[in-house]
Nanobody, 119 residues
Framework: QVQLVESGGGLVQPGGSLRLSCAAS????????MSWYRQAPGKERELVAI???????GYVDSMKGRFTISRDNAKNTVYLQMNSLKPEDTAVYYC?????????????WGQGTQVTVSS
């Protein structure tokens, strides 16, 4: 059974930091590109950051320099370190795993973890 379980969300003051974790099980984690997405109230889900199977990373411009994505294949876990948080970072953060093989895409989502940035 495939599972992606996010943790680490919560309430933080502007300028603060949080580290999100996503623990994966039920599939071969090291073969999947991993991403973090977020969805704010009334808005569409948007990509935050991605890390490939080889460790290459990419970020949405507004997160560059503040967020860092990393993965630990030995622990089947992907992380999102978030620094200098702003109220506009408030959202539910979702973990995504994606793998494509022979034109078939395997795409898994976690249940999300709430991040609230407020004083």
């Amino acid at each position: 059974q495939v599972q992606l379980v996010e943790s680490g969300g919560g309430l933080v003051q502007p300028g603060g930091s949080l580290r999100l974790s996503c623990a994966a099980s039920g599939f071969t984690f090291r073969m999947y590109d991993m991403s973090w997405y977020r969805q704010a109230p009334g808005k569409e889900r948007e990509l935050v950051a991605i890390i490939s199977t080889g460790g290459s990373t990419g970020y949405v411009d507004s997160m560059k320099g503040r967020f860092t994505i990393s993965r630990d294949n030995a622990k089947n876990t992907v992380y999102l370190q978030m620094n200098s948080l702003k109220p506009e970072d408030t959202a539910v953060y979702y973990c995504n795993a994606r793998f494509e093989f022979l034109k078939k895409e395997y795409d898994y989502w976690g249940q999300g973890t709430q991040v609230t940035v407020s004083s």
